[in-house]
């Protein structure tokens, strides 16, 4: 099979529009699209400071490896890299040494927060989660700490790794449960919260597997273990729906995304932003305490109990 922009063996065949792709060929096909979106979702200036959420995962590796390739050279652009270490023994630790070579090979200035910080780690937590699964803890908690560091280093904008099936799952979820207002809310965020560091995504149109062969191809290191508490997510059930869709008829995911960005102008009319204030610990919210306090003080008297 040869690629069909040169006489190159091709490494992949694009379904959803038919193309045949050498190495080099498919490495410009993903770059050209991440640096569309990275051009269209954010402006950046001089000065500027752009943190990365980076895990150690292909999504998150190919993120900050493309980033570093657009304002690596820019003196004055700075790239920090922020890690979460959310006390997952035997899953984490191997992912942050990965990200740690990576940041210091490149010169990239890297943080790393942890779960313990506020007093508990995930596998403890996993064991009283009760009725709630253990993702719903870990995905607040991960959320504060990211961006309470993306705030102490005095960034603009913090990146994440999600991709276009990523997306596309988070989309039917929230259709699906009927959260219209957390539809208006999902990034990328164009309004700046005070307290709250916008995020972007520059894979939101690159599906999961075209991630992972360019992470491949390009050399790029990442870590491919799976958390022991995979399973428990109630994503699994949209990403088996959406994957679905996607077999049968290609492009689908580009299709639900793409619906979504006709319709988000409605919800953000329809939902606008809300006044914020600081919670005790601070990080800014609705109610009298943030989502992840909340959920801290809720974990502490199980743990009380116990």
Request: aromatic share 8%.
């Amino acid at each position: 099979m040869r690629c069909d922009l040169c006489s190159g063996e091709a490494v992949t065949l694009i379904r959803y529009n038919g193309s045949h792709l050498c190495e080099e060929h498919f490495k410009t096909y993903v770059e050209k699209r991440v640096k569309k979106e990275i051009r269209k979702q954010i402006n950046v200036r001089s000065g500027d400071t752009i943190a990365v959420a980076v895990s150690g995962g292909k999504d998150s590796m190919v993120t900050l490896h493309i980033l570093d390739e657009v304002f690596g050279e820019r003196k004055d652009v700075t790239l920090c890299a922020i890690s979460i270490d959310e006390g997952i023994e035997g899953y984490r630790p191997p992912s942050l040494d990965i990200v740690r070579s990576f940041c210091k090979e490149h010169g990239i200035t890297s943080y790393i927060r942890s779960f313990s910080e506020m007093g508990m780690e995930m596998d403890r937590i996993a064991s009283v989660s009760g009725e709630n699964s253990p993702c719903t803890y870990c995905g607040v908690f991960r959320r504060k700490l990211m961006n309470d560091q993306a705030r102490e280093a005095g960034a603009k904008y913090l990146a994440t790794g999600h991709n276009l099936d990523d997306m596309a799952q988070s989309i039917m979820m929230n259709f699906v449960r009927g959260d219209v207002e957390r539809l208006a809310r999902l990034g990328p965020h164009t309004k700046i919260q005070p307290g709250l560091i916008p995020r972007f995504h520059p894979l939101r149109m690159i599906p999961e597997k075209e991630s992972l062969l360019y992470a491949m191809v390009s050399g790029i290191p990442y870590w491919d273990g799976e958390c022991p508490y995979y399973m428990e997510a109630l994503r699994n059930q949209y990403r088996d729906l959406v994957d679905q869709l996607e077999d049968r008829s290609p492009g689908s995911k580009f299709s639900i995304l793409a619906s979504y960005d006709t319709l988000k102008p409605i919800l953000t009319d329809h939902f606008p932003q809300s006044g914020l204030h600081m919670c005790s610990c601070g990080e800014p919210t609705l109610g009298k305490e943030c989502k992840a306090c909340e959920l801290r003080s809720s974990l502490e008297k199980k743990l009380k109990d116990l």
